[in-house]
């Protein structure tokens, strides 16, 4: 009945929902590229098999195409595997990787593409990236790239910005599985300029399963079981997220159309834009921090939103949107490159090109 009614009121909506929702799985490294070798394991050999195994289990599911950047021990250049997502016009990418680390460091923590500032959280980012030396033509196809200051290259779209919320959605859901029944270690959701994760058009995230430099955990994740585990963790949190993208797509259509009925009553004077709140979001993740200006290169004030686990930071606050984006300038100026405006109205998160409409009304 419910199905019924919503086809009945959108066709788009059936069109999109008889699609198939594509996930890229990307197995880290590969052929020549080992990844990291902690206690003798082998980062590109469990990110495969974690990958293989979350893929067998999602194509269980008919509403789900697999597509792999890897399926065997190979080599494959970064920015081709961005360019298979792309091409696909894939709904998700995931990526697996292994962390490393000469501490007794351990646990899981997936990334998002942004920055926080966060000099360990670098370190993880430069050793990723840093895959890219053992590609042949490096200094061509990374030319925009300077791995030593990822501040510079980071510039989010319009674009990257819409993932965001919806890859930090999934990151969530995946510590959670990995929290929650497999009981490894949370180290969070967290972010920083994966170039992997840059070049996708897509929500993405990058999966560092866990440290092989700390021996229980790298037998953990080179067992059967332990590969299993994380894998079922993955490709529950993938169908979780599916699900929740399908429940969205029904709730924007009502939005829609209370909208055209507002509209038809001539109601939208009626809106004040007094209402409407810019706000710049400066980081995001699953650490709670202070609000002092300290945690925030000095920015301040700083106020904070907790969503489902995830924190977010947001500098100033304004009615006016040029304010908005000298403050967005400012915050840039303090080595927040990828800050964003956000928009709000009576507390409610809205487009940031319907609250400028609705502004300029
Ligand atoms: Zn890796």
């Keep these: 009945m419910i199905a019924l009614l919503i086809i009945s009121i959108s066709p788009i909506y059936a069109q999109q929902n008889s699609k198939k929702f594509k996930v890229v799985l990307d197995a880290g490294h590969g052929g020549h590229d080992p990844g990291n070798m902690g206690s003798g394991f082998k980062e590109k050999d469990i990110a495969l098999s974690i990958v293989l195994k979350v893929g067998a289990m999602l194509q269980k599911n008919k509403d789900i195409e697999v597509i792999y950047t890897r399926k065997t021990d190979k080599f494959v250049d970064l920015f081709v595997r961005g360019k298979i ?46 895959v890219i030396y053992l590609e042949e033509n490096y200094e061509v196809n990374y030319a925009q790239y300077d791995l030593n200051s990822p501040e510079s290259f980071i510039g989010l779209t319009m674009m990257q910005e819409e993932y965001l919320d919806q890859s930090i959605l999934l990151a969530k859901m995946i510590q959670d599985n990995f929290t929650g029944s497999l009981k490894r270690k949370d180290r969070g959701v967290k972010q920083n300029v994966f170039i992997v994760l840059h070049q996708t058009v897509m929500p993405s995230v990058l999966v560092e399963t866990g ?15 332990g590969q299993q585990g994380m894998a079922s963790s993955i490709a529950k949190a993938v169908l979780a997220y599916k699900k929740s993208v399908d429940e969205n797509t029904g709730d924007v259509i009502d939005e829609t159309s209370l909208a055209s009925i507002v509209q038809d009553e001539g109601m939208v004077s009626s809106i004040s834009s007094n209402d409407v709140v810019f706000k710049i979001q400066i980081a995001a993740g699953s650490n709670k921090l202070d609000l002092k200006p300290y945690n925030f290169k000095g920015l301040s004030p700083v106020t904070m939103q907790e969503e489902n686990g995830v924190y977010r930071y947001f500098y100033g606050e304004t009615t006016n949107f040029e304010t908005a984006k000298s403050l967005q300038k400012e915050a840039n100026g303090k080595g927040y490159q990828s800050c964003f405006i956000v928009a709000y109205k009576n507390g409610q998160k809205m487009s940031l090109s319907e609250a400028v409409k609705s502004i300029s009304n």
Excluded: I
Excluded at 215 to 225: D, I, W
């Design 85 to 130: 997502a792309n091409e696909a016009e894939a709904d998700l990418f995931v990526s697996v990787h292994c962390n490393a680390h000469n501490s007794s460091a351990h646990g899981t923590e997936t990334w998002v593409l942004g920055l926080d500032g966060n000099k360990r959280n670098m370190e993880v980012a430069k050793k990723e990236n840093s």
């Design 211 to 225: 440290f092989l430099t700390y021996k229980p955990e790298g037998k953990y994740l080179n067992s059967n079981g």
